[in-house]
């Protein structure tokens, strides 16, 4: 088991902006240490001084473009150099691309393939043989109820959601009972910059609200630490997926399609 000798440590990505910088907060008020680590070095820069100023902990931040297949690698290489356990693990960054698929740009795609699916999957066996070692440890996995729902005009984010999601709880049923779990979390649509990264401003999704981002990561958080196997953030979502869950896959596709058009149209 890890000793309470030991200062704690979360690594998260995704960390300078959206619901990881909410989480990276939320594990900075509850004392852990944090590795933060987003493509950006002055994002880093900037969150590393705020929130170790803020909340007194030390804050490692860590350049690395996820897009690259070796980035997780040597992400994990560098984070062991320093010889720092990570007693937590949060696989937050991820990227969409709105459009009809037959016109989307494809090595877009395979690049949001290594980010959505590649670096979550690298670096939760990564770490997780290092916690099974010590019998203790956290993974909390960033996946959306769009892994739940099929999603027209983002057809591609969406399948790597539902990997997402699907590879946790195998995973989790995997362990058992050994000290470490491994946690997914379901937000809905949230006040994010992932809309303007999508190109997706002219989204129908985006006439409906939002929801806020550090409750998101507060519901993350909760379920981590209460050791539960997923959480689907937001009441509104709750119910939007046990209607999906009796409703045939192809109406609730074309009922998402009218929800994600264009404006325009």
């Given at each position: 088991?890890?000793?309470?000798?030991?200062?704690?440590?979360?690594?998260?990505?995704?960390?300078?902006?959206?619901?990881?910088?909410?989480?990276?907060?939320?594990?900075?008020?509850?004392?852990?240490?944090?590795?933060?680590?987003?493509?950006?070095?002055?994002?880093?820069?900037?969150?590393?001084?705020?929130?170790?100023?803020?909340?007194?902990?030390?804050?490692?931040?860590?350049?690395?473009?996820?897009?690259?297949?070796?980035?997780?690698?040597?992400?994990?290489?560098?984070?062991?150099?320093?010889?720092?356990?990570?007693?937590?693990?949060?696989?937050?960054?991820?990227?969409?691309?709105?459009g009809k698929f037959v016109e989307t740009d494809?090595?877009?795609?395979?690049?949001?393939?290594?980010?959505?699916?590649?670096?979550?999957?690298?670096?939760?066996?990564?770490?997780?043989?290092?916690?099974?070692?010590?019998?203790?440890?956290?993974?909390?996995?960033?996946?959306?109820?769009?892994?739940?729902?099929?999603?027209?005009?983002?057809?591609?984010?969406?399948?790597?959601?539902?990997?997402?999601?699907?590879?946790?709880?195998?995973?989790?049923?995997?362990?058992?009972?050994?000290?470490?779990?491994?946690?997914?979390?379901?937000?809905?649509?949230?006040?994010?910059?992932?809309?303007?990264?999508a190109h997706m401003e002219d989204s129908k999704?985006?006439?409906?609200?939002?929801?806020?981002?550090?409750?998101?990561?507060?519901?993350?958080?909760?379920?981590?630490?209460?050791?539960?196997?997923?959480?689907?953030?937001?009441?509104?979502?709750?119910?939007?997926?046990?209607?999906?869950?009796?409703?045939?896959?192809?109406?609730?596709?074309?009922?998402?399609?009218?929800?994600?058009?264009?404006?325009?149209?």
């Open positions: 088991m890890a000793s309470s000798n030991f200062p704690k440590y979360a690594l998260i990505t995704g960390a300078t902006s959206g619901i990881g910088y909410e989480l990276a907060k939320i594990f900075a008020q509850h004392k852990y240490n944090l590795i933060i680590v987003a493509r950006t070095e002055t994002d880093l820069q900037r969150t590393a001084a705020e929130l170790s100023t803020q909340y007194d902990v030390n804050v490692i931040s860590i350049a690395k473009d996820l897009f690259n297949r070796e980035a997780p690698f040597e992400l994990y290489d560098t984070v062991r150099e320093k010889g720092i356990w990570v007693d937590v693990l949060v696989n937050d960054a991820a990227q969409g691309l709105y494809l090595q877009r795609e395979l690049d949001m393939l290594q980010l959505n699916i590649g670096a979550y999957l690298i670096l939760t066996k990564l770490y997780l043989r290092d916690m099974l070692t010590r019998g203790d440890g956290k993974i909390l996995n960033v996946a959306s109820i769009a892994g739940k729902l099929p999603g027209p005009y983002q057809s591609v984010y969406h399948g790597t959601k539902a990997f997402i999601h699907s590879f946790t709880e195998a995973v989790r049923a995997e362990l058992g009972d050994c000290g470490v779990t491994v946690t997914s979390l379901l937000p809905g649509p949230t006040d994010t910059d992932f809309f303007h990264k999704i985006l006439d409906h609200d939002l929801a806020d981002p550090a409750k998101v990561a507060q519901d993350g958080f909760d379920a981590l630490m209460n050791g539960e196997d997923m959480v689907i953030s937001g009441l509104k979502n709750k119910a939007q997926i046990v209607a999906s869950n009796i409703t045939p896959d192809s109406m609730v596709a074309k009922t998402m399609l009218k929800q994600q058009a264009p404006r325009h149209q």
